[in-house]
């Protein structure tokens, strides 16, 4: 149903692990985004991209390192990271032009031990 | 800074009812408005947006949007509420990146909306 795929969708890690989240979107899209969805707080915009050049970080902590190498694809990688940081992190693209929408994938659960 | 505000983290009401969830905001310039809503332990859909035109916008599910720019709101309502509205929905507001044109949202808490058999 979506056009933004998210996998895997849901991942348990512990604080020395390192992995990745995928997204990918077949929507033909310019400019892709990572959310952070956590109990406490708003959704927070982590990173966007637009023609696959990273164009806004929001002072995320460098355990988190986004990865863009087409318009197509966008991954996060993770590594050390702590409690707190277990959310659910979506991934969305737009087409960037304001007033487009931005959709969607269904989110990537994650839980760190 | 943009921001938008839901002032009711709860929203209940009885299936057959018309439902409203509030969402005020406060941006410069012109304003980008969005509804999304939330099902359990899946991502956000897209409902609804106002850009431009007219005041009252139509959007997916039977709902709609009334955008007030005296009182800088913008309230999602649906005139008959369904058991399977019960989710979480967000109010945000968009705006450009640093004077480009990329647009960004910002989101309010969202408010959960129960609607009771």
């Known amino acids: 149903e979506t056009g933004v795929t998210q996998t895997p969708r849901h991942l348990v890690m512990g604080m020395t692990n390192k992995k990745s989240l995928k997204c990918e979107q077949h929507?033909?899209?310019?400019?892709m985004y990572w959310y952070k969805q956590s109990a406490k707080k708003p959704l927070e915009l982590m990173f966007v991209?637009?023609?696959?050049?990273?164009?806004e970080n929001n002072s995320v902590p460098s355990r988190f390192s986004p990865e863009c190498p087409n318009s197509s694809h966008l991954f996060l990688h993770l590594h050390t990271l702590q409690p707190e940081d277990s959310a659910l992190y979506l991934c969305?693209?737009?087409?960037?032009?304001?007033?487009?929408?931005?959709?969607f994938g269904e989110g990537s659960w994650l839980t760190v031990v | 800074a943009q921001s938008v505000a839901q002032p009711e983290d709860q929203v209940n009401v009885a299936e057959g009812n018309p439902l409203t969830v509030k969402c005020t905001y406060s941006?410069?310039?012109?304003?980008?408005l969005f509804w999304y809503v939330q099902y359990p332990n899946r991502g956000l859909q897209f409902l609804l947006k106002?850009?431009?035109?007219?005041?009252l916008v139509k959007g997916s599910y039977g709902f709609e949007a009334e955008f007030n720019k005296s009182q800088t709101s913008f309230h999602l309502k649906k005139p008959s509420a369904l058991v399977s509205d019960s989710a979480l929905y967000f109010c945000?507001?968009?705006?450009?990146?640093?004077?480009?044109?990329?647009?960004?949202?910002?989101f309010g808490r969202g408010t959960q909306l129960t609607v009771w058999p």
């Open positions: 969305a693209s737009s087409q960037g032009v304001l007033g487009n929408t931005i959709y």
């Open positions: 941006v410069s310039g012109n304003p980008y």
């Open positions: 929507l033909g899209h310019n400019a």
């Open positions: 945000a507001a968009q705006d450009p990146y640093r004077g480009s044109t990329l647009g960004r949202l910002y």
């Open positions: 106002y850009i431009t035109g007219d005041n």
């Open positions: 991209y637009s023609l696959e050049e990273r164009v």
